[in-house]
């Protein structure tokens, strides 16, 4: 009903009937709107100037005002649709008010005679002035002094009920202050009633957030640039990073297995002997960051590192080294990738690699994935337990309960944003008999820039392979209107011909997944009949594992000239010798999938490309963000410009992933323009840490409650 949504809910906040009040407060809940402190958080969206009455004679055309007049006609039409008609005349004017949906109650409110108070958006048509679906309620009371908040909301909790809550949870809360003097943020000042410069405290901040002065600078409160939004975009910054530094320092308590470089056996490390059988040397990055990796293994506190790599700068072999320290010394190691694909990958690396090096002392490289026999299962379950297996390799089902490790001393995660805060956790735990964690090492090819990496990645060490590994001739990118696709079909033939292999990749369409399957098939189809003698295979991420796995074998032996695929190859595949990656609606890609995607290639010594593929839309041209994206993939094939671009075009949400876990965990402050306030929560945060350590612990609980978990795995 919203025809009369001002003056219903109003009635109904007065007197919440015991239903409805319910209803709202499931809805607070759900906005994790539960104690007094959040609802005084909670900010508004904008506001609305009930302060004052316009004439309607002063009225603009596309101007929301608020009039008082009386009703003067009211009548149901019936054509060209039933609506009711009602006009107003203040005595400098007239207004005709238009609801398409009401009740009997709306039209008795709005009987010949009324005098009303109304609020819509004045339109100044050919037929006079009219105001579709204001709000409306019997003239009288006193005009409020301050605007009127708008907030952020959802059903079942209507915005006159949510203010009243936060009127009252503002008396109640706790608002005393929680910066030390002397540690105040550097925000602009606020000028009070008598014209006083000082400087804004919380209290005072929201006060005015929730009721502003209708004298103010609207501007300034939409861009957040008022001195109360900046105070409490500071405060929101210091509660983040003192959360972090407080879990950095928590860990620091913390202690781990010594993983230094002797063996316990005698014979030479087995990293020295792996780096000996390897067919390539380490590039001087790789080195570099190994040599941090094991700087933190040799202390007895936990390792947090990110290893942060373009795609193919080698960072599985950096991972195997460490593994093989911890291996030396006697304990276990899990390393985990986010789909079955990449993890029998990195399996079959490892057993390359390490099982031949481990067989002399008895151990052995497990493996544990979701769909495994149950048989398969419990051998690896049984080995893993015992400790036989000194490396485990797999996807989620590696930290499972039911997985129990003998001494899992370090603990691989191969594109951490692919994983939740849950899972971490979980590992963390996995050592808990012995007292201990076990180290974690997280690696990802999407590097994070600088302003993130500063906020959400603070309790994080970050290494960075920034080369990589030589004789790699760069991949041309080439952007191809689909119209042109035969021409790249030809191409594809060419290329098989000539013994390489290609990748095409089908997009995701988000609403239907079925879709993105046709569409795959068909593709699939098309491109087998157009080029026959070649092996066509298929991946999509609905087939059975066995499937899966059997097409990927075909692929990187070399056997099958073509894969068509949906987006499953995204992370992590190695097929040196697949040189050409088409990638079919590109425009429909975010601008880090595509770096992932390209990155499948160029991975041996022969020139790659990467054809990227677009539809233009009916009008021949494709969306502006869309054009931007392929247009950065064409200019630079560094994965940290890229990022940055990345983040200019889309905001943060993207690269923070599961350990966003879904509700952004900076709701006012912004990154790309609040650099100097984080520079400042950061200094301040280890200051207020060590001189006043209740403020900081009643800060963070304040600012995060339950939630400071989230930024602490
Ligand atoms: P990513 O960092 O994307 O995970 P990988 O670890 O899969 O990269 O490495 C990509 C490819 O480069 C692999 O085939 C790997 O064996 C190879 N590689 C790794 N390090 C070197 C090196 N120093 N020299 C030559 N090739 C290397
Ligand atoms: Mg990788």
Redesign the pocket.
Known sequence: MPAASSAVPRAAARAPAKAGASVAQKALHKLGLLRDIDLALHLPLRYEDETRITLLRNARDGEVAQIEATVTSSEVQLRPRRMLKVMVDDGTGTCELTFFSFYPSHQKTLAVGARLRIRGEVKGGFWGRQMLHPQFRVAGGELPAALTPVYPTTAGLPQPYLRRAVVSALQRADLSETLPPGLEPPVGRFTSKNGLQRLCGLREALTFLHHPAPDVALATLEDHSHPAWQRLKAEELLAQQLSQQQSRRARDQLRAPVLGSRPLQNGQPLHEQLLAV??????AA?RRVGEEIAADLARPVPMHRLLQ??????????SALAACRAMDAGWQCALMAPTEILAEQHFA?MIGWLEPLLAASGRRVAWLVGGQKKKERSAMLALVESGEAALVVGTHAVIQEQVRFKNLALAII?EQHRFGVAQRLELRRKLEAHGMEPHMLM?S?TPIPRTLAMSYYADLDVSV?DEL???RTPIVTKLIADSRKDEVIERIGAQVAAGRQVYWVCPLIEESEALDLSNATATHAELSEALPGVMVGLLHSRMPSAEKKAVMALFASGQMGVLVSTTVIEV?V?V?NASLMVIEHAERFGLSQLHQLR?RVG?GAAASACVLLYATNDSGRVGETAKERLRAMVETHDGFEIARRDLEIRGPGEFLGARQSGDALLRFADLATDTHLLEWARVTAPLMLDRYPEWADRHVARWLGGRADYLKA
């Open positions: 390897l067919p390539f040397g380490l590039t790789q790599g373009d795609v193919g700068s080698g960072k599985t072999v950096v690396k191969d690696m090819a392979i590994p030589p004789g992590g190695d040196p990155g991975r």
